[in-house]
């Protein structure tokens, strides 16, 4: 009698108790090995071990292999310790057994489950049914806690992702808690500083390729770190890009803030990973130290979303790039070049043009644009100097009393608001029952007010840490000054000064223009600060 020539099916996943000693690899192993020695009609040619894949999905590789062999002929029978290893969902796991397995002439045996196909009454269909319909519910209930469990971690700050961001480590003393990198840090620091002194994504890139400075990538490889497999982690000579220094100057990791939940697959019977909205996002403020200070991660994002156009050589950004803004139609300002007598003049002009609507559209010489700037802004650095020096002989208590009471405000009525918004959103199911609103106007509506109760909460939750900070005299509200303080030696404007400092540029005329500056409402509160000061001592 021929022997059947069978495959050892072995399956673990990372979801199984590891206190069962029975689930284990080898224990797998060695209980089909006996099953074999006492059944001479078998012969195993063939062993295939999914290690660390769920029995809920059947693209295993193993597994995969496994099947190449049954339809190239090399085997005709398979043995598992139980009916779990083969799969834990119910429909495919019965497809397999009742049709796939049966079309190929294949014998199956699950030991533990007395389950053997070649045999008539070992494990009726529905004996198997129930089974397999045990088996998905256990996974299923698994996939709920395991969900439920991550959510809890990371709405305390504990970091759960298997790969840590470029600058930060795991903690060897706690595994879900973030450690600076130094070196990297170090990296990530200066990528910040290029990008506010004006250098461009491609040129930041360009630079430290240049000192053959390793990418996030090929550090995490070269010190031999986990990182992330396929795509561009399988390209060898992976070298820093303007993709990668984007990724990083927009991660607010680096600011302290721990962000997850950013993307999940949306059923446990599902791989697929699809990205949550921002709404959705898990955000922990102060979960770990911080690598940029908030209000430089901030700056960089203002400057992220200007029209910064860059030289032809992409070394750096154009002076004035996204900041220019034309007085008669509300449109950027665009830079060109004039040449005449071999020499180069430069222009800022309204790319609108009275064709396309603009009706007095001017056009501005560089180098007089820059004079004129620098003179207003040494004359407003020089104010805001003389300010901190008035500002530092007023009691710094009152001071915070005023801004506490400020901040208590706003958060009493930012949580008015919020009532509003989610009684709205309860009374929603119910105008959908007496037919104030239609099936289809109901999500709609309700993805409105989720959206805007999540933006007042997020609101709420920062003016709080505001609110603490004072309490704690730790505010910063003052620390503004130094931004300004720090181009007190100002004598030749550059992009770093023009975009820490101005917001906004708007050119009225050849020989007029109007600069508003960053942190006016501050400057003008500290303005009337000094004059309500003065006027209670002359009186």
Same mark, same amino acid.
């Given at each position: 009698?021929?022997?059947?020539?069978? +495959?050892?099916?072995?399956?673990?996943?990372?979801?199984?108790?590891?206190?069962?000693?029975?689930?284990?690899?080898?224990?797998?192993?060695?209980?089909?090995?006996?099953?074999?020695?006492?059944?001479?009609?078998?012969?195993?040619?063939?062993?295939?071990?999914?290690?660390?894949?769920?029995?809920?999905?059947?693209?295993?590789?193993?597994?995969?292999?496994?099947?190449?062999?049954?339809?190239? =002929?090399?085997?005709?029978?398979?043995?598992?310790?139980?009916?779990?290893?083969?799969?834990?969902?119910?429909?495919?796991? $019965?497809?397999?057994? &009742? &049709?796939?397995?049966?079309?190929?002439?294949?014998?199956? !045996?699950?030991?533990?489950?007395?389950?053997?196909?070649?045999?008539?009454?070992?494990?009726?269909?529905?004996?198997?049914?129930?089974?397999? !319909?045990?088996?998905?519910?256990?996974?299923?209930?698994?996939?709920?806690?395991?969900?439920?469990?991550?959510?809890?971690?990371? &709405?305390?700050?504990?970091?759960?992702?298997?790969?840590?961001?470029?600058?930060?480590? #795991?903690?060897?003393?706690?595994?879900?808690?973030?450690?600076?990198?130094?070196?990297?840090?170090?990296?990530?620091?200066? !990528?910040?500083?290029?990008?506010?002194?004006?250098?461009?994504?491609?040129?930041?890139?360009?630079?430290?390729?240049?000192?053959?400075?390793?990418?996030?990538?090929?550090?995490?490889?070269?010190?031999?770190?986990?990182?992330?497999?396929? =795509?561009?982690?399988?390209?060898?000579?992976?070298?820093?890009?303007?993709?990668?220094?984007?990724?990083?100057?927009?991660?607010?990791?680096?600011?302290?803030?721990?962000?997850?939940?950013?993307?999940?697959?949306?059923?446990?019977?599902?791989?697929?990973?699809?990205?949550?909205?921002?709404?959705?996002?898990?955000?922990?403020?102060?979960?770990?130290?911080?690598?940029?200070?908030?209000?430089?991660?901030?700056?960089?994002?203002?400057?992220?979303?200007?029209?910064?156009?860059?030289?032809?050589?992409?070394?750096?950004?154009?002076?004035?790039?996204?900041?220019?803004?034309?007085?008669?139609?509300?449109?950027?300002?665009?830079?060109?070049?004039?040449?005449?007598? =071999?020499?180069?003049?430069?222009?800022?002009?309204?790319?609108? $043009?009275?064709?396309?609507?603009?009706?007095?559209?001017?056009?501005?010489?560089?180098?007089?644009?820059?004079?004129?700037?620098?003179?207003?802004?040494?004359?407003?650095?020089?104010?805001?100097?003389?300010?901190?020096?008035?500002?530092?002989?007023?009691?710094?208590?009152?001071?915070?009393?005023?801004?506490?009471?400020?901040?208590?405000?706003?958060?009493?009525?930012?949580?008015?608001?919020?009532? #509003?918004?989610?009684?709205?959103?309860?009374?929603?199911?119910?105008?959908?029952?007496?037919?104030?609103?239609?099936?289809?106007?109901?999500?709609?509506?309700?993805?409105?007010?989720?959206?805007?109760?999540?933006?007042?909460?997020? +609101?709420?939750?920062?003016?709080?840490?505001?609110?603490?900070?004072?309490?704690?005299?730790?505010?910063?509200?003052?620390?503004?000054?130094?931004?300004?303080?720090?181009?007190?030696?100002?004598?030749?404007?550059?992009?770093?000064?023009?975009?820490?400092? !101005?917001?906004?540029?708007?050119?009225?005329?050849?020989?007029?223009?109007?600069?508003?500056?960053?942190?006016?409402?501050?400057?003008?509160?500290?303005?009337?600060?000094?004059?309500?000061?003065?006027?209670?001592?002359?009186?």
């Amino acid at each position: 009698m021929p022997k059947f020539k069978a +495959a050892e099916y072995i399956r673990l996943s990372y979801t199984d108790d590891k206190s069962n000693e029975s689930d284990s690899v080898g224990n797998q192993r060695k209980l089909i090995e006996n099953f074999v020695a006492h059944n001479p009609d078998i012969e195993v040619v063939a062993e295939k071990i999914d290690d660390g894949y769920s029995g809920i999905l059947f693209d295993r590789p193993a597994f995969k292999e496994m099947m190449q062999d049954i339809t190239d =002929g090399k085997i005709n029978c398979v043995i598992v310790k139980d009916l779990s290893r083969l799969g834990r969902e119910y429909i495919e796991t $019965g497809r397999y057994l &009742r &049709r796939v397995f049966p079309a190929y002439g294949v014998r199956f !045996i699950a030991i533990n489950d007395n389950i053997d196909t070649a045999r008539d009454n070992s494990g009726d269909d529905l004996a198997v049914s129930v089974k397999n !319909i045990m088996n998905e519910a256990y996974c299923r209930d698994i996939s709920i806690k395991t969900r439920s469990s991550l959510d809890i971690k990371r &709405r305390n700050g504990d970091f759960v992702g298997a790969f840590t961001v470029y600058g930060y480590i #795991k903690s060897e003393d706690n595994k879900n808690r973030l450690e600076i990198d130094p070196y990297a840090a170090n990296i990530v620091r200066t !990528i910040f500083r290029m990008r506010l002194e004006g250098s461009s994504a491609s040129r930041i890139a360009s630079e430290l390729n240049r000192l053959c400075i390793l990418s996030p990538l090929a550090y995490k490889k070269n010190k031999g770190f986990p990182y992330a497999k396929g =795509g561009y982690a399988d390209n060898e000579d992976c070298k820093w890009s303007a993709t990668t220094i984007i990724r990083i100057l927009k991660d607010e990791t680096y600011t302290g803030v721990l962000v997850q939940g950013k993307q999940g697959t949306p059923h446990y019977k599902l791989k697929t990973l699809e990205q949550h909205p921002a709404s959705e996002w898990i955000r922990v403020p102060g979960a770990h130290e911080a690598i940029i200070e908030r209000h430089d991660f901030d700056l960089v994002q203002r400057i992220r979303h200007l029209d910064t156009r860059t030289a032809p050589d992409k070394g750096s950004v154009y002076i004035f790039s996204g900041i220019l803004i034309c007085g008669c139609c509300g449109n950027r300002m665009t830079r060109k070049t004039n040449r005449a007598g =071999g020499k180069e003049y430069h222009y800022y002009y309204c790319p609108t $043009g009275k064709k396309h609507g603009c009706d007095n559209p001017v056009m501005v010489k560089e180098s007089d644009l820059v004079e004129c700037v620098r003179v207003s802004l040494k004359g407003h650095i020089d104010n805001v100097v003389y300010l901190e020096a008035l500002l530092s002989g007023i009691d710094q208590v009152k001071i915070n009393q005023q801004l506490a009471h400020e901040y208590a405000e706003q958060v009493s009525e930012n949580e008015r608001q919020l009532e #509003k918004a989610m009684e709205f959103k309860a009374r929603l199911y119910e105008n959908l029952v007496q037919g104030f609103i239609t099936k289809e106007e109901y999500p709609l509506y309700k993805g409105k007010y989720t959206a805007e109760t999540e933006r007042i909460k997020a +609101a709420i939750a920062e003016l709080k840490d505001k609110l603490t900070d004072v309490m704690e005299n730790r505010s910063e509200r003052n620390r503004w000054m130094t931004h300004f303080a720090q181009f007190s030696t100002l004598e030749t404007l550059d992009r770093k000064a023009v975009v820490q400092l !101005i917001q906004s540029i708007t050119i009225i005329g050849k020989k007029e223009l109007a600069i508003k500056f960053n942190y006016d409402n501050e400057y003008n509160k500290a303005l009337a600060m000094v004059a309500e000061t003065e006027l209670r001592k002359a009186g």
